[in-house]
């Protein structure tokens, strides 16, 4: 018999719930009566004790389905140690929720924060399986994270419909993509949409070099352009500033967003017409993608293979196509960013992309 808790943190994505199921059947199939609780709302509801017993047919029919069936909510890591509004201290909270369910090990589907938290947990001896989720795919020691190839497709999906408008009308079109601080979504949907400029958190942009490719392609007699922006791109001026000068700089900004800014510049330096699309949160909604669903459900597999010979303390992660288990200590608090020597960048410059950088 196992006693096993699902925990679902951070911002979600399409294929927590696939993930989910993964584990769950695979443990099913070794444990018939296994015992899976779902602690509702991230690690909120393992600090307050709020959790259900969930049933297999729970697992059912969600391989498709979006978001996830037991909540999420963001608890920074950086207020973990400290106690909430009513003096309570959350890691004990956490530790007694896990020992009153009398728990074999919790399963924890996150990000890089709650990776922070997860390792944390396991420090403090409970034992602890995590899966990477985001669609950032910023989480070190995976090739790929679950939910990102989705909201890639989303992404591309975006940039096509730009495409034909921008076509029409001879305008110059930002697409800003999410991806936090690093680069990976809106490069990977910037090479599949096509996009002209891609601007990426990892190599700060000189918008000089912005407006000679504009030019460039309007000399060429193109009418039109895309930029596949990153919600984090930086100019060159602000990377150069220190946090508190660049926080400070931000918050006295005009521009919702880094799009507007360089939508504006744009605008003024080549006298071109500029629209800004932001998908935003429909990155991260919707179903699964067929790849994500089979990864999600690999990981999910190999989770339960961890719990059944009782090896804790580790993320699931993917390296060379193949499933590996990476000790937590190792992933959290580490960042994985797109190279700007990288290969990818390398080919994608060699297809005439530009990426702000000369
Ligand atoms: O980490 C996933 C992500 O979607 C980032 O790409 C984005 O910056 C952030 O979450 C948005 O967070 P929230 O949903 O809390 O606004």
Redesign the pocket.
Known sequence: MKRIALLTS??D?QSLNATMRGVAKSIYETYPDAEIYGILEGYKGLIYGNYKKMKPSDFSGILTLGGTIIGTS?QPFKYMRDPDENGLDKVKAMKSTYKKLKLDCIVILG?NGTHKTANLLSEEGLNVVTLPK???NDIWGTDMTFGFQSAVDIATNAIDCIHTTAASHGRVFIVEV???KVGW?TLHAGIAGGADIILLPEIPYDINSVVDALNKRTEQGKKFSILAVA?GAISKEDAALSKKEYKKKQAKSPFPSVSYKIGKEIEERTGQEVRITVPG?T??GGEPCAYDRVISSRLGAAAAELIKQEKYGYMVGIKNQEIVPVPLSEVAGKLKMVEPDSSIIKEAKSLGICFGDK
């Open positions: 951070g911002g994505c963001r990000g985001t669609i950032d999410m991806g936090h979504l919600e949160h990155q991260r």
